[in-house]
Nanobody, 121 residues
């Protein structure tokens, strides 16, 4: 069966940096478009950015476009989200979605379990 795992979350100070990773079992991640989303409590998920299987990047949220960067290393079957200059409002649960890179969820896609990011002094 397919399992998508997001990791790398944790506690980071304001202004700090953090890199999240997405990996999968049951499929070859290098063959799929991937997106990162985040979710605040009691709110819907917001699309951060996506990357195609060929490495083309599509940015979503304008508020993080200049601070967050999506990338991938297909030789390692990993997708990353590099987060810089982090702010308290970046505190959220971050999700990896495998199957699309344009902010649209597809019926054939897969969600990771999410990893919590907390920005605090």
């Amino acid at each position: 069966e397919v399992q998508v795992v997001a990791s790398g979350g944790g506690l980071v100070q304001p202004g700090g940096s953090l890199r999240l990773s997405c990996e999968a079992s049951g499929l070859t991640l290098s063959n799929y478009d991937v997106s990162w989303y985040r979710q605040y409590p009691e709110k819907g998920r917001e699309w951060i950015a996506g990357i195609t299987r060929f490495g083309a990047i599509r940015n979503g949220m304008s508020s993080v476009k200049d601070r967050f960067t999506i990338s991938r290393d297909n030789s390692k079957n990993l997708v990353y989200l590099q987060m810089e200059s982090m702010k308290s409002e970046d505190t959220a649960k971050y999700y990896c979605y495998v199957g699309a890179s344009d902010g649209y969820v597809t019926a054939t896609g897969y969600w990771g379990q999410g990893t919590q990011v907390t920005v605090s002094s």
